[in-house]
């Protein structure tokens, strides 16, 4: 065999194996996959629903519409989503799944390696009212503008990662923890971090920096991967200056038992992620 016949015989092998899943993939029916989808979300205790699955040519996925919820209601609206195989690292024999999703007029993207459990997200003009979880919890009226990163590792139970999160021209009414009523605000900005390794989570800071008052929240969240039903232990602070106070005098006035000192309110939160409650 000549150099000319080495090469085209290793160049037809490539091909093979590039487009070997393609044609796998073309060959499954798209509810097959859709139901797949649907066992690993409910696996979570979650129930999906989507508009209609299609597949092209080479290694994509598509998602019309989908929505994710639990016993209460609706969580996530996914207005549109793809997911594709990355053709390159695969032919290294890495696998690289890298998704899209819009939400609203905002965007989420995704990239994971399911070898190595490495699993990236950056989200970007995500609106917190297009979010249905926060109604759906009873979290009260919420909007701002959500940009986030993120980078975890998922394998085994003690995974490890990060996220950061910024919120612009937040608006926040009607926001309960448990019975008692939070004062309501505007806040310019509001930025966490949330840190997990050995399979605990830390929030180490949640700050909001609103007009005429200043909120910080910080402590444990258990689990790696922070769930509805993951339990909270945590503290939050408020830091209202005197205008801002007069204004809402009934709210604080019931906040009273809190205060530590003037013009600072110290609560301690527990119970889970999906129903927090004051200890």
């Not at 309501?184 to 966490?192: F, K, L, P, Q, S």
């Not at 939160?269 to 129903?275: D, F, I, M, P």
């Amino acid at each position: 065999m000549n150099r000319r016949s080495l090469l085209l015989a290793f160049l037809a092998g490539i091909a093979i194996l590039a487009l070997f899943p393609s044609l796998v993939m073309l060959f499954i029916p798209g509810e097959k996959i859709e139901s797949a989808i649907s066992r690993v979300v409910e696996r979570e205790g979650y129930v999906f629903r989507s508009g209609g699955l299609r597949k092209s040519f080479p290694l994509k996925l598509r998602l019309s519409a989908g929505t994710i919820s639990d016993v209460r209601g609706p969580l996530l609206n996914i207005e549109a989503a793809s997911a594709r195989l990355e053709l390159l690292p695969l032919l290294a024999g890495k696998i690289v799944l890298k998704c899209r999703a819009r939400i609203g007029k905002g965007e989420c993207k995704a990239e994971y390696q399911p070898r190595t459990g490495e699993f990236d997200l950056h989200f970007t003009g995500v609106r917190l009212e297009d979010v249905p979880l926060f109604r759906t919890a009873g979290y009260g009226d919420l909007r701002g503008v959500l940009d986030g990163d993120g980078s975890f590792s998922c394998r085994g139970s003690a995974g490890r990662g990060e996220i950061r999160i910024t919120v612009r021209a937040a608006d926040f009414r009607g926001v309960r923890i448990g019975d008692a009523l939070l004062p309501d605000a505007t806040y310019e900005t509001i930025r966490g971090v949330y840190r997990s390794t050995g399979g605990k989570g830390t929030l180490e800071s949640l700050a909001f920096q609103g007009d005429g008052i200043y909120l910080r929240m910080q402590g444990r969240i258990s689990g790696s991967h922070p769930g509805a039903a993951s339990s909270l232990d945590l503290s939050l602070d408020l830091m209202p200056k005197p205008g801002f106070m007069e204004k809402q005098r009934p709210v604080f006035q019931a906040l009273a038992p809190y205060r530590t000192s003037p013009g600072v309110y110290r609560i301690a939160v527990g119970g889970t992620l999906g129903k927090p409650v004051i200890r």
